[in-house]
C-alpha cells in the first residue's frame, strides 16, 4: 500500500505494519527508550522512565470515535477510561493527564461541553488530575466533529509489567468481550440493539495487580483488533502458542448476534473496559477469584501459553467440538473510528 488507508488505522496487522514502516525502524535503537525503561523497542499502550525505586509510566492516545455519542458513554468518557487503563496495565497507579481537544467549526458548544464534562467527571472519579491540554478548531469539513488527544501519567513502585507471557502462563479475561467494538458496530450498521458499550476505568484491577505483580507476565486491555488482536501479539513476541478454549470466552448473545451479521469474528472487536494477563498458572485460580471480589465477577481463564518447536507465534482457538482453527490477527477495515 503506497497510500494510507482506514485499515492503517483499524490496530490490526496493517497498523503494525504501518508503524514498522514509518516509526520502529527509523528511531535508532538506542533512542527506543530512556535507560533502564520502557520504549518502543517494546511495543505496549505505555512507556516508562526509571525515577528512584519506581517508575512514571506515559501513555498517549488520540480518539476518534465516530459516532460521539454511544450506548454507555461519549467520546469523552472513552477518551479519560482509555488514558487511565492504558497506565494501570503496566501496573502504574494514575495520578494525572493532559488533553488536546481539536473541534469542528460548527460544532454545537453544548454538546462539546457534555463530552469535557463526561471526561473530566472520570477523572475525578478516579483522582486523576487534568494538569494541562490544548484546544483548537479547524474549518468545517476539515474535521469530522471532535478528536480528543491525551496524556495519561502514573507511578509505579517497584518494576511494571511488561507484556512477556511465559510457557505454562493461563490466559486470564476479567469480563465478556466485544461489547464496546459490537455497539459501534450495529449503530454502523443502523441496528437497534440492547448492548451498552463496557468502556470504564480498570482501577479497581490495581490491588490484583500489585499483590500478584511477580506472578502476572503480560496484562492488556484489548482494545483496537479485540482479544485475538492481543493474544497474537504476545505469541508473535515471545515465539509461543497461545491456545484459547473457544467455548469458555465470554461473549453476549447480542454481540455474537452483530458481529455474526457484519461477518466479522467477535473476538476482533474492541473492548474498552476488560483486561487480559498473563498469570503464573500457580495462582491463576487464585488471580480469578481476587479479581471477582475486586468487582470483577465475570472473570475467568480462557486459555494458556505453550511452547511448540514446530508452530511459534500463533494463536489456537479449540472449538466447541474439540478441533482447533488458527485465531488469526485481524485484517482489513473492519470497524474503523471504534476508539
Not at 477518551?79 to 495520578?95: E, F, H, L, Y
Not at 474439540?322 to 471504534?338: A, K, M
Request: proline share 6%; glycine share 12%; hydrophobic share 45%.
Amino acid at each position: 500500500m503506497e497510500r494510507i488507508v482506514l485499515a492503517h488505522g483499524a490496530g490490526g496487522v496493517e497498523t503494525s505494519e504501518i508503524l514498522q514502516r514509518l516509526i520502529f525502524s527509523k528511531v535508532p535503537p538506542g533512542l527506543k527508550r530512556v535507560e533502564g525503561g520502557v520504549g518502543i523497542d517494546f511495543p505496549d499502550d505505555a512507556a516508562a522512565i526509571p525515577v528512584g525505586d519506581g517508575y512514571i509510566v506515559i501513555t498517549t492516545d488520540s480518539y476518534t470515535v465516530s459516532p460521539p455519542y454511544f450506548p454507555g458513554g461519549n467520546i469523552g468518557t472513552l477518551a479519560a477510561s482509555g488514558t487511565i487503563n492504558d497506565v494501570v496495565m503496566m501496573g502504574a497507579r494514575p495520578i494525572a493527564a493532559l488533553d488536546a481537544i481539536i473541534v469542528e467549526e460548527g460544532f454545537p458548544v453544548k454538546t462539546l461541553e457534555d463530552i469535557v464534562e463526561s471526561m473530566i467527571s472520570i477523572f475525578a472519579k478516579e483522582g486523576v488530575a487534568l494538569i494541562g491540554g490544548d484546544f483548537k478548531t479547524m474549518p468545517k469539513g476539515q474535521i469530522d466533529g471532535v478528536v480528543i488527544t491525551t496524556v495519561g501519567i502514573g507511578i509505579s513502585k517497584g518494576h511494571v509489567i511488561v507484556d512477556k507471557p511465559r510457557e505454562g502462563d493461563k490466559i486470564v479475561v476479567t469480563d465478556f468481550v466485544g461489547d464496546h467494538g459490537g455497539v459501534i458496530l450495529a449503530n454502523r450498521l443502523g441496528l437497534e440493539t440492547n448492548i451498552v458499550s463496557d468502556v470504564k476505568p480498570l482501577t479497581n484491577l490495581l490491588p490484583v495487580l500489585e499483590k500478584y505483580r511477580p506472578y502476572i507476565h503480560a496484562a492488556r486491555d484489548p482494545t483496537r483488533g479485540g482479544l485475538a488482536m492481543v493474544l497474537n501479539d504476545w505469541a508473535k513476541a515471545t515465539g509461543t502458542v497461545i491456545v484459547v478454549d473457544q467455548g469458555k470466552i465470554k461473549v453476549r448473545d447480542s454481540t455474537r448476534a452483530i458481529a455474526d451479521m457484519a461477518g466479522i469474528d467477535p473476538l476482533y472487536l474492541a473492548s474498552e473496559g476488560v483486561a487480559v494477563l498473563a498469570v503464573d498458572a500457580t495462582v491463576a485460580e487464585e488471580i480469578v477469584e481476587e479479581l471477582k471480589k475486586a468487582g470483577f465477577p465475570e472473570a475467568y481463564i480462557a486459555g494458556e501459553v505453550r511452547k511448540s518447536e514446530k508452530y511459534k507465534g500463533i494463536v489456537l482457538a479449540r472449538t466447541e467440538v474439540g478441533g482447533y482453527r488458527i485465531l488469526e490477527p485481524p485484517r482489513g477495515e473492519l470497524v474503523p473510528r471504534i476508539c
